[in-house]
């Protein structure tokens, strides 16, 4: 489980550049990297919970 919490956490860091460059330079490839940095942390997040889950049992 702490792989997959380092994995969010990378994505989340690239999401956030991506964001930023969108919205402060106005650069759209910068968008579309963050809509999908955004879809992989969703699905990431789907099994982190799965994951917290079973460990609580």
Do not use: H, W
């Not at 792989?3 to 919205?23: C, D, G, M, T």
């Not at 402060?24 to 942390?41: D, H, P, S, Y």
Request: charged share 40%; hydrophobic share 45%.
């Amino acid at each position: 489980m702490k792989e997959l919490v380092e994995k969010i956490n990378a994505e989340i860091a690239e999401f956030v550049k991506n964001a930023e460059a969108q919205v402060v330079k106005g650069n759209k490839a910068a968008g579309a990297r963050a809509r999908k940095a955004a879809l992989e942390i969703m699905k990431d997040m789907k099994d982190f919970r799965k994951a917290s889950v079973e460990a609580s049992k």
